[in-house]
Nanobody
C-alpha cells in the first residue's frame, strides 16, 4: 500500500521560511515524478512545483519561481519543498502527489498525501 506523508507546515510570519517534507512507505520516490500542490480555502488545488524522476528536472509555477526550491534526498526517500520569502497568499494546505510527467493536473495524480497546513500571517 502506497502512502505519502507530508510534514513541516506551520505558522510563519511574512518573509519567513518553511521546509516541507514528503516521504513515502511503499514507494521509492526517486522513481516517480512528485508535484507539490496547494489549496487555499475556497480555491482549487493547483500545482506549485514538480521534480521528475528521469533527470531530476524541476518546474515551478510563476508564484513559486525564485522563492521555492524542490529537491529530493534519495537516501531518505524524501522530497522537500524549501519555501522562502513567504507571503500571506501562500497560505494553503500543501499536498505532495505522485504526478506522472509533472502534469500538474489533479485528475491525473495517482497518489496524494494527507496535506500539511501552511499559514503565513503576522
Amino acid at each position: 500500500q502506497v502512502q505519502l506523508v507530508e510534514s513541516g507546515g506551520g505558522l510563519v510570519q511574512p518573509g519567513g521560511s518553511l521546509r516541507l517534507s514528503c516521504t513515502s512507505s511503499g514507494l521509492s520516490l526517486e522513481n516517480v515524478d512528485i508535484t507539490w500542490f496547494r489549496q487555499a480555502p475556497g480555491k482549487e488545488r493547483l500545482g506549485v512545483s514538480c521534480i521528475n524522476s528521469s533527470h531530476g528536472s524541476t518546474y515551478y509555477d510563476d508564484s513559486a519561481a525564485g522563492r521555492f526550491t524542490i529537491s529530493r534526498d534519495n537516501a531518505q526517500n524524501t522530497v522537500f519543498l524549501q519555501m522562502n520569502d513567504l507571503k500571506p497568499e501562500d497560505t494553503a494546505v500543501y499536498y505532495c502527489a505522485v504526478d506522472p510527467h509533472c502534469a500538474g493536473y489533479v485528475p491525473r495524480v495517482l497518489y496524494w498525501g494527507q496535506g500539511t497546513q501552511v499559514t503565513v500571517s503576522s
